[in-house]
């Protein structure tokens, strides 16, 4: 029900998105969503892969400090009004929402939600007939 | 176990005996054997009769890096140079190098003053000790081989770097005591962690570091790491190199081996000798070397000495753990700063990896100080508040203890220089 979602510590340095990129290249990864938050000093690069623990193998031996989390990609149509009728599920069980970002795809749109708790969060919207990726 | 009982556990009366004949030996053949000594004598009007024991220590003239550096290479040396068995020179990190000079004798001094210091650190014939110290012009590495086969343990003289080299030999040959500087001694302790060699996986049970200025939470940091007690060695090659003091079980100060080498300590500003336990300048007077005697030689290292008998029943005097170099000494907008005691902060938060440099920038006629740390993996959280309030807390932390504001900035891991020698700490920009 859940994902797992790759995230990396990125110094604001030139260069450095583009050596992580060189790196999953380099071992086949492929990127299917990713995110870049930025403080004034460091960035956090968010991604979900199709082999994350290769990808955090692969980081990690190139001194990246990388870490894994649980997040839930919830498939919404992408129509007005889809992530409105899920944010209220989750609003009525009391989930907050740690971050999120989305990308939409033909026509559907998955959004990445990462909240305290994954399992939690991807129960109480299936329940409510959302569809999570697995 | 103590490797001369009757020189480390003898009287003050007997030391103060031994030390002033010596002192006054040493003088007289300074006087006639090294112009520039005799130069300075007849300047200040000081005859060798003068200085009668060490009571008088205070009457002789002080010797300087700069005065090895303007008699480069062979100026102050004492005897012919067909005496001399061996030349060192310094690692020049503060200047132009400086060359010092060895006689048999003094080698076989040497020795004995390392076996001394092993043998406070349990070391003996039963160790296998890898010198992980440079071997070459540095005095690390060669110093303390000498000692190490006169305690008659068996030696790794594997020499700095290679770090792949040292891992394997620390564990086929089963290595029980490591020698290196601290900042080597981390990185070797990273890579056994990478390579997956646990601290059970290895004999390592003694450690002596020493060649620059580390912390007690450095020695806990080291000694949890790799699984050893670790022990402060302290020298520099102007003069001997390591062995001129070392710790005992006891880790009270470090002993040191004052019937070669009488150390006091001054007020670096008004140059006058400093009561007992007042921290002050290291300064050393050698009274039984040959090759390279020195007069009250300024060391700039901070410490300060103790004359009471220790626990391990050793009368010797000893230094505390220097602070750190009058050199490494960085003044940001007045006040003194030691690298020292930011290592203490990071170390002390347990969440932050211990390397670290600083960076000193001057803009618009104020002094700005910068601390990079790296990133500690094994705290890296996925959100951004929790870094930026890690930020902020190493910042509190370093700005309490200094007293003076600075920034941080995190970084990644392994982007700051990893060091086989002595670590490069600062970065001071304002002198370019």
């Given at each position: 029900m859940t994902i797992q979602q790759l995230s990396v510590f990125l110094e604001n340095k030139s260069g450095r998105l583009l050596e992580v990129t060189k790196v999953l290249a380099e071992h086949d990864i492929n990127m299917s969503a990713f995110s870049i938050a930025d403080?004034?000093?460091?960035?956090?690069?968010?991604?979900?892969?199709?082999?994350?623990?290769?990808?955090?193998?692969?980081?990690?031996?190139?001194?990246?400090?990388?870490n894994i989390t649980q997040v839930v990609g919830l498939v919404v149509p992408d129509t007005a009004g889809s992530l409105y009728n899920a944010l209220e599920i989750l609003k009525k069980d009391n989930i907050e929402v740690e971050y999120m970002y989305a990308f939409s795809f033909k026509d559907n749109a998955t959004v990445i939600i990462r909240s305290a708790n994954a399992e939690q969060t991807a129960a109480a919207l299936k329940t409510a007939g959302f569809q999570t990726m697995d | 176990m103590i490797w001369n009982e009757h020189i480390e556990c003898c009287s003050r009366d007997a030391m103060t005996q031994r030390q002033s004949d010596g002192l006054r030996k040493m003088v007289e053949r300074l006087y006639f054997n090294v112009p520039f000594y005799r130069k300075k004598f007849q300047e200040m009007d000081l005859s060798p009769h003068d200085i009668r024991g060490i009571e008088d220590l205070h009457k002789l003239p002080f010797t300087y890096k700069q005065d090895l550096r303007d008699n480069y290479p062979m100026g102050l040396f004492a005897v012919p140079q067909s005496?001399?068995?061996?030349?060192?020179?310094?690692?020049?990190?503060?200047?132009?190098?400086?060359?010092?000079?060895?006689?048999?004798?003094?080698?076989?001094?040497?020795?004995?003053?390392?076996?001394?210091?092993?043998?406070?650190?349990?070391?003996?014939?039963?160790?296998?000790?890898?010198?992980?110290?440079?071997?070459?012009?540095?005095?690390?590495?060669?110093?303390?081989?000498?000692?190490?086969?006169?305690?008659?343990?068996?030696?790794?003289?594997?020499?700095?770097?290679?770090?792949?080299?040292?891992?394997?030999?620390?564990?086929?040959?089963?290595s029980t005591v490591l020698a290196c500087t601290p900042s080597y001694a981390l990185y070797l302790a990273e890579s056994?962690?990478?390579?997956?060699?646990?601290?059970?996986?290895?004999?390592?049970?003694?450690?002596?570091?020493?060649?620059?200025?580390?912390?007690?939470?450095?020695?806990k940091e080291l000694e949890?790491?790799?699984?050893?007690?670790?022990?402060?060695?302290?020298?520099?090659?102007?003069?001997?190199?390591?062995?001129?003091?070392?710790?005992?079980?006891?880790?009270?100060?470090?002993?040191?081996?004052?019937?070669?080498?009488?150390?006091?300590?001054?007020?670096?500003?008004?140059?006058?000798?400093?009561?007992?336990?007042?921290v002050g300048e290291l300064v050393f007077t050698t009274i039984t070397k040959e090759g390279l005697p020195l007069l009250r030689y300024r060391t700039r290292d901070l410490s300060a000495l103790h004359y009471d008998t220790c626990s391990c029943g050793r009368?010797?005097?000893?230094?505390?753990?220097?602070?750190?170099?009058?050199?490494?000494?960085?003044?940001?907008?007045?006040?003194?700063?030691?690298?020292?005691?930011?290592?203490?902060?990071?170390?002390?938060?347990?969440?932050?990896?211990?390397?670290?440099?600083?960076?000193?920038?001057?803009?618009?006629?104020?002094?700005?100080?910068?601390?990079?740390?790296?990133?500690?993996?094994?705290?890296?959280?996925?959100?951004?508040?929790?870094?930026?309030?890690?930020?902020?807390?190493?910042?509190?932390?370093?700005?309490n203890t200094l007293g003076i504001s600075v920034g941080v900035k995190l970084v990644e891991p392994n982007t700051i220089e990893r060091s086989e020698g002595k670590a490069k700490r600062i970065i001071d920009n304002r002198k370019k």
């Open positions: 403080s004034s000093d460091f960035g956090m690069l968010r991604m979900i892969v199709d082999k994350p623990e290769a990808a955090y193998t692969a980081l990690k031996n190139n001194n990246f400090s990388v | 005496e001399i068995v061996r030349l060192h020179a310094s690692s020049g990190t503060t200047g132009k190098q400086t060359v010092v000079g060895y006689t048999r004798k003094d080698l076989d001094m040497w020795s004995e003053v390392v076996a001394r210091c092993f043998s406070a650190a349990g070391i003996s014939k039963k160790d296998i000790v890898q010198i992980a110290y440079g071997y070459g012009l540095f005095t690390g590495g060669l110093g303390l081989h000498y000692g190490t086969e006169k305690v008659g343990a068996s030696v790794i003289p594997i020499s700095g770097g290679n770090t792949h080299r040292q891992l394997q030999m620390m564990q086929d040959l089963g056994l962690e990478k390579a997956g060699i646990t601290r059970e996986q290895t004999k390592l049970r003694v450690g002596i570091f020493g060649a620059e200025a580390w912390t007690n939470e450095m020695r949890y790491k790799l699984g050893l007690k670790a022990f402060d060695i302290y020298g520099l090659s102007e003069i001997m190199g390591p062995g001129v003091a070392c710790e005992c079980e006891c880790q009270n100060g470090l002993h040191v081996n004052e019937d070669h080498f009488i150390p006091e300590i001054i007020d670096p500003l008004t140059l006058e000798p400093l009561p007992e336990g007042q009368t010797l005097v000893r230094m505390e753990k220097c602070k750190g170099r009058t050199d490494d000494m960085l003044i940001i907008r007045g006040v003194n700063v030691f690298p020292s005691q930011i290592e203490s902060v990071l170390l002390n938060m347990h969440e932050t990896s211990p390397h670290y440099q600083l960076i000193v920038d001057r803009v618009n006629n104020l002094d700005i100080l910068e601390v990079h740390v790296e990133m500690d993996e094994h705290f890296f959280a996925d959100e951004i508040r929790k870094i930026e309030d890690l930020n902020k807390r190493i910042k509190h932390n370093i700005e």
